[in-house]
């Protein structure tokens, strides 16, 4: 590969993104592409093979945000910012010359630098082998936990357990990839750097060695637990603080809480993806808590006082003046779902006028009174004239 298809290489059409793609959508489309072109599932398939080693050397830059920064940089420079990529020390257009040297070399804080930092020292002036190597720290996985929370929990926040499964070093060989007993030797072909330069002219381009595939290291004896590759499963179970006021479906990110890093590298994230349960008696409308009373015909009349259920279990009393429809919607400050800056919802109580269902003789005489007393024009006869007339 040359030193321009690394460069113009657009790791954003390799896993199918935009360029303005969400590190959920990169993530997202890298495991789509992972599990179709993983070689377990391709055996014997060497296409399937270098596409999903590209799918992978895509997401590694992608994921990580300076890197991607780094990258964008990259090749916006490139792609426009020097008339276009025009090879070591070549020109593009109206005899403009441009050494990459200077680009890679320049001031210490300038774009140079991250280029360098970028693509981890692919490319030494002058063609003379730098020692660099692979072993560099790496920040581990993000992983993804699941829970479900009863109603309560989910309002007042709570600390639950998750039992989490993550790459990590293999335990029988502790990292190494050697049967227990042994240990790798240095790979004489790169000498341990992990790396293999070839001459371009005025640089020399830096890949993985292919003897050891950059780790520096070549396993004579593998672990027959991990195969050689250092890596294993391991299984842990963590407490997590659920925060107060957390909502059905929403997700969680617990920062250092994912898989181990490599070489000393940071962990990476937990997110989890809460569940809530239905409530037999509330129900959720942002920050705030519902709930429906009934009340009877008297009561919404004439006006009254009324216990009214709260999520801590303790009643109050809520005034409702005469008159009330029914369906009205009263507010009870300070007793729904918590916010973020540590204060509470409202309780929103919505009442619904019960009508009885059976009626003794002197409750059904009252009430024909009562009718008799207040009867007035047709109540539904504007109603009617108005669905006539349109």
Known sequence: MSTKDYLEKDYYAVLGVPKNATSEDIKKAYRKLARQYHP??????????????????????????????????????????AGGFAGAGGHRGGGFNFDLGDLFSGGTG???????????????RGGGARTTTTSRPRRGQDIESEVTLAFGEAVDGTTVSLRLTSSAACQACSGTGAKAGTTPRVCP???????ASRNLGNFAFSEPCRDCRG????????????????????????????????????RIRIKGKGAPGENGGPSGDLYVLVHVKPHSVF???????????????????????????????MPVTLRIPEGTPNGRTFRVRG????????????????????????????????????????????????????ARSE
């Not at 300038?110 to 030494?124: E, K, P, Q, V, Y």
């Not at 991990?226 to 179970?237: E, F, P």
């Not at 009562?370 to 504007?382: C, H």
């Open 40 to 81: 377990d599932a391709n055996p014997g398939n060497k296409a399937a093979e270098d596409r999903f080693k590209g799918v992978s050397e895509a997401y590694d830059v992608l994921s990580d945000v300076k890197r991607r920064k780094e990258y964008d940089e990259a090749r916006t420079l490139f792609g426009s910012g």
């Open 110 to 124: 300038g774009t140079g630098d991250r280029i360098g930092d970028l693509f981890g020292g692919l490319f030494n």
């Open 189 to 195: 072909t790169c000498e341990g750097t992990g790396a």
């Open 215 to 250: 780790r520096g290291l070549l396993v004579d004896d593998p672990c027959p637990v991990c195969d050689g590759s250092g890596r294993g499963k391991s299984t842990r179970t963590i407490q997590a603080r659920i925060p107060a006021g957390v909502g059905d479906g929403q």
């Open 283 to 313: 129900g959720r409308s942002g920050e705030n808590l519902t709930v429906t009373v009934p009340v009877t015909f008297p009561e919404a009349a004439l006006g009254a006082e009324i216990k009214v259920p709260t999520l801590k279990g």
């Open 335 to 386: 007793r729904g779902a918590a916010r973020k800056d540590g204060t509470k919802g409202d309780l929103l109580v919505t009442v619904q006028v019960t009508v009885p269902q059976n009626l003794d003789d002197k409750a059904r005489a009252a009430l024909e009174e009562f009718r008799d007393a207040t009867e007035g024009p047709d109540l539904r006869e504007e109603l009617i004239k108005q």
